[in-house]
C-alpha cells in the first residue's frame, strides 16, 4: 500500500484530520499533483485556520501557478496566524519566503 493509499484510508476514519490532510497533500506535491495538493490545503485551513505549517506550502503551490497575488496572501495570512500563536520560527519562514516573492 502507497502511502497515499494509506493516508486516504486515515481520512476515511478521520475526514477532518489537519494533519492527516497536510501529509496527503505534501504526498501530492511530490507527485507533482498541484491542483489535488492545493484543494486540501485550502480546505484544511478554511477549516483550521491556525495550522501554521500548510501556509507556507500553499502560497508556494501558488507561486508554482504563476499568481504571486495568491502567494502573497497566503504568506501574509501565514505570518499573521503564527504570531497570534507565538511562533517565531514559522513567522521568520514566512517572512523570508515572502521577501523573496517580492524582489
Known sequence: MSRIDSLLAYLVQ??????????????????????EALELFTSLLKDE???????????????????PEEAIKSYREGMDVAKAAGDRHSYNELQMALEELED
Open 14 to 35: 478521520s475526514p477532518k484530520d489537519s494533519f492527516l490532510r497536510h501529509a496527503l497533500a505534501l504526498e501530492y506535491i511530490k507527485l507533482g499533483k498541484d491542483d
Open 49 to 67: 485556520p491556525g495550522y501554521v505549517g500548510s501556509y507556507y506550502h500553499l502560497a508556494k503551490l501558488w507561486e508554482r501557478k504563476g499568481r
